[in-house]
């Protein structure tokens, strides 16, 4: 897998430090999500698909 990169110009320092963080918390979801389906696979040998692990991930969020 290769990474894409952009350019991104223009915006303010806040703006720049919330897009940061934003990514970060996207590649932390992605990150859990692939946790997620690799230990259930492990345990039943099925695959969720994308709605089942939708609602998985939304009820196991913390309020």
């Known amino acids: ?23 970060h918390h996207t590649k932390n979801l992605y990150n ?12 039943t040998g099925m695959y969720f698909s994308y709605y089942q692990m939708d609602k998985a991930l939304r009820a196991g969020r913390k309020p």
């Open 1 to 23: 897998m290769r990474a894409l990169k952009t350019k991104v110009r223009g915006l303010t320092k806040p703006q720049f430090e919330r897009l940061k963080e934003l990514t």
């Open 32 to 43: 859990q999500t692939l946790w997620t389906l690799r230990e259930a696979f492990d345990a």
